[in-house]
């Protein structure tokens, strides 16, 4: 059993920048893959990135490519998403992250991830 817990979000302007981390616990940390999905109000929860066990491999949805980065340091037990040139419609929204234990495709299936976190707030004002 993986447990995962975010940290990091808040208020921040447009055109600002916030890390968020993803603390798991229990089970082997480096046997999953994992990612980080958003849910904005009145909108289905929806993928932003994922990040292969190692590192090596990422993907990311369309609207945040040269702008976010998804990595990961396994010796903490901890997956990051650094959010630049942060916007406000798109971007504010509850993040979560999510571990699975494959990397078929597509990342983008949220019936693929066997653990979530609670997820942390992201409020991006203009």
């Known amino acids: 059993q993986v447990q995962l817990a975010e940290s990091g979000g808040g208020l921040v302007q447009a055109g600002g920048s916030l890390r968020l981390s993803c603390a798991a616990s229990?089970?082997?940390?480096?046997?999953?893959?994992m990612a980080w999905f958003r849910q904005a109000p009145g909108k289905e929860r929806e993928f932003v990135a994922a990040?292969?066990?190692?590192?090596?491999?990422?993907?990311y949805t369309n609207s945040v490519k040269g702008r976010f980065t998804i990595f990961r340091d396994n010796a903490k037990k901890t997956v990051y998403l650094q959010m630049n040139s942060l916007k406000p419609a798109e971007d504010t929204a509850v993040y979560y992250c999510?571990?699975?234990?494959?990397?078929?495709?597509?990342?983008?299936?949220?019936?693929?991830?066997?653990?979530w976190g609670q997820g942390t707030q992201v409020t991006v004002s203009s």
């Open positions: 999510a571990a699975r234990s494959s990397w078929l495709p597509p990342m983008e299936a949220q019936n693929q991830y066997q653990y």
């Open positions: 229990g089970g082997t940390f480096s046997n999953y893959a």
């Open positions: 990040i292969t066990w190692g590192g090596a491999g990422t993907h």
